[in-house]
């Protein structure tokens, strides 16, 4: 037993929450967590009430949503240096609640048919999808990393969201997301949390 337990599934964002841990270089235990009854039973409901995974529980402390997870992680483990210093925040947390409200909305919404009319687009937060594509856009070309010079957890948040949009198709291929997510996947961490997640995928299979 170790203090850091991921509560994840391969086939879910908890492949973002995987990613994170492993950049933190803790060890840690992995409880996969299949769909249906045991994601939704009142044990695993306990750790999340949301039924849904990843969670990650450090200690006594239980942390759900994938960018929760990796803010805390990356503040509970400064030596690793995933968060910039105070001063220098302001684009990390930007990118970083940027890609868990925007972006993931108006991804979700195209994904599912759901169009903002031109004349509602005030009440929805993200606008429009192009307005969210055109800032991502911003966000990822302006520097070498959304925080900047160096690489953070908005990263491993941000890259995650665009590494399955490119793959799905629910983000447009433009050569910025193409380039940028040349540059974050190209970390150990995230070819081994690829590597033990893909494991998990093919062990899960009938």
Not at 67 to 89: G, M, S
Request: with cysteine; proline share 7%; hydrophobic share 45%.
């Amino acid at each position: 037993m170790t203090d850091l337990t991921l509560y994840t599934n391969p086939m879910s964002r908890g492949r973002i929450a995987r990613w994170m841990v492993e950049e933190t270089g803790q060890p840690y235990d992995t409880v996969i967590v299949p769909f249906g009854p045991a994601m939704k039973s009142a044990d695993y409901r306990a750790v999340n009430p949301m039924g849904k995974v990843p969670a990650v529980r450090h200690g006594d402390v239980v942390v759900t949503e994938c960018a929760a997870i990796c803010a805390y992680l990356a503040d509970t483990f400064p030596e690793v240096k995933l968060a910039p210093p105070n001063a220098l925040r302001g684009s990390y947390y930007r990118w970083l609640f940027f890609a868990a409200g925007p972006l993931e909305a108006a991804v979700s919404n195209r994904s599912l048919g759901f169009e903002v009319p031109d004349e509602r687009r005030r009440m929805i937060g993200y606008g429009s999808f192009q307005d969210v594509m055109d800032t991502l856009e911003i966000a990822v070309s302006t520097n070498p990393f959304v925080a900047g010079q160096a690489f953070t957890a908005a990263d491993v948040y941000v890259g995650s969201h665009i590494a399955w949009g490119l793959q799905f198709g629910s983000i447009e291929k433009r050569p910025a997301f193409v380039d940028y997510l040349a540059r974050v996947s190209d970390r150990p961490a995230f070819q081994r949390a690829k590597e033990k997640d893909d494991q998990a995928a093919a062990a899960m299979q009938p």
